[in-house]
């Protein structure tokens, strides 16, 4: 998921002290500072994730010993972050030269990251290695930056619409495929305390990362978000007014969306793949999920993580022989399965949990729809303006057409740093 904490203050701060060292002879001159030669020519790779919660550790485990055993000479020295702190030890690490070899870093990430000369450059890698095709455009997109391939998929998820069929079919409501269909469904559903449709609108990237769709779908892009984006936000300013969505989605997170579904006070919620464990959970819950409804045209926001590869790192070579193991289908469907994850290649499609269970095959069918929000190194200053135009929206603070203005004058000069 993408990171709820601002960075742009540190950024610019670690930046200047990154530009004044000079990054590139920084690079140059340090190295990773963490790979090791050892005897017999084993290698010692360090890499750095954010995956420190105790049920991702078992998948984690597996994949490592897997590598270590299948990946000649290969040897892995792992360190986990603090999912908010990854990007920022990176970003120093540029000027301490303690890096890693290899790091999973959230997709989103590389729009800062791709600009910085901290990632190693796996164009000519990956022309030569022929997989290229085999990802969903989606995915694939988010690791190119400058016309380079910065980085490999991990894996991905994105958001979808999950409804209470018992609560829908009480209603003589269709799961809806329309914003107009959607708004009248979310009315329809709406009885005392319950409301009709929760989703976060939290003045974070995950507030972000459920607007975007919205934007989308009504046709426009963050470089038309003086119109487009006011007609999004004019669509869930009217869903407040109506009553169907409670005005404190401005702070709600996702989890908080998930759990009034499952109490039963929102009949049908925004949210990705990672809440189905809980919600197959739940007692007496009965649900399903379909795609977000559509205006002008489908889209849904792409999350998930990217391998990348440190241009510090004194063994690229090895490195890149354990980002192609890890996509090796024998390696990667059980790791995708341990983590509740989806695959971010189309030929995996028809492997793993995915293949049956409903919901999660609703999930891997919306990525070829799925967008990442590949904007360039002024994406903080974009994430920004675009929170605080909701927020503002949604609290009646600004009118729709005023506050997209407002936040439309901001994107675009964020944009013109790509």
């Not at 890499?47 to 270590?68: C, H, R, V």
């Not at 930056?145 to 209603?171: F, M, Q």
């Not at 269709?174 to 107009?180: A, G, I, R, V």
């Amino acid at each position: 998921m993408p990171s709820t904490v601002d960075r742009r203050g540190f950024l610019r701060a670690a930046g200047a002290g990154v530009t004044a060292l000079g990054l590139s002879g920084a690079l140059a001159s340090c190295g990773s500072g963490n790979s090791e030669q050892g005897s017999g020519g084993t290698t010692t790779l360090t890499w750095w994730d954010y995956f420190s919660l105790e049920n991702f550790q078992p998948g984690m485990t597996a994949l490592i010993k897997d590598i270590e055993a299948n990946v000649p000479g290969v040897r892995i020295n792992r360190r986990t972050v603090p999912f908010a702190d990854l990007e920022r030890q990176l970003t120093l690490g540029a000027v301490s030269g303690k890096l890693p070899d290899i790091a999973i870093v959230d997709n989103v990430a590389m729009n800062s990251l791709g600009g910085s000369g901290l990632l190693a450059d796996l164009t000519d890698r990956v022309e030569e290695w022929g997989q290229a095709d085999q990802y969903y455009d989606g995915p694939w997109a988010g690791c190119q930056v400058g016309g380079k391939t910065l980085g490999i998929p991990n894996n991905s998820n994105c958001l979808a619409l999950y409804y209470n069929t018992e609560l829908l079919r009480s209603a003589g409501v269709k799961p809806p495929t329309t914003w107009d269909e959607l708004a009248v469904a979310a009315q329809r559903l709406t009885s005392g305390d319950r409301f009709g449709l929760a989703l976060s609108a939290i003045k974070t990237e995950e507030g972000v990362f459920q607007f975007l769709p919205f934007l989308w779908q009504a046709g426009g892009d963050l470089d038309t978000f003086a119109t487009d984006g006011a007609t999004a936000l004019s669509y869930l300013d009217d869903l407040v007014a109506k009553g169907s969505l409670s005005e404190q989605c401005v702070g709600w997170t996702q989890q908080d969306v998930n759990t009034r579904f499952i109490d039963r006070r929102a009949a049908m919620q925004i949210n990705g793949p990672w809440q189905i464990p809980t919600l197959k959970k739940a007692k007496d819950l009965q649900w399903a999920v379909v795609a977000l409804p559509r205006d002008k045209t489908s889209a849904t926001c792409l999350g998930g993580e990217n391998w990348v590869v440190m241009a510090s790192s004194e063994q690229q070579d090895k490195a890149w022989d354990v980002l192609k193991y890890t996509q090796r289908p024998s390696v990667l469907v059980p790791y995708l399965e341990s983590f509740g994850n989806l695959p971010s290649r189309k030929d995996l499609a028809d492997r793993g949990t995915w293949a049956s269970d409903p919901a999660l095959r609703l999930f891997l069918g919306q990525l070829p729809v799925a967008r990442p929000r590949q904007y360039g190194p002024g994406y903080p200053d974009i994430s920004q303006a675009v929170a605080e135009a909701e927020q503002a929206v949604l609290t009646d603070s600004a009118a729709p057409s005023a506050a997209a203005k407002t936040a439309a004058a901001k994107i675009d000069k964020a944009l013109e740093r790509r």
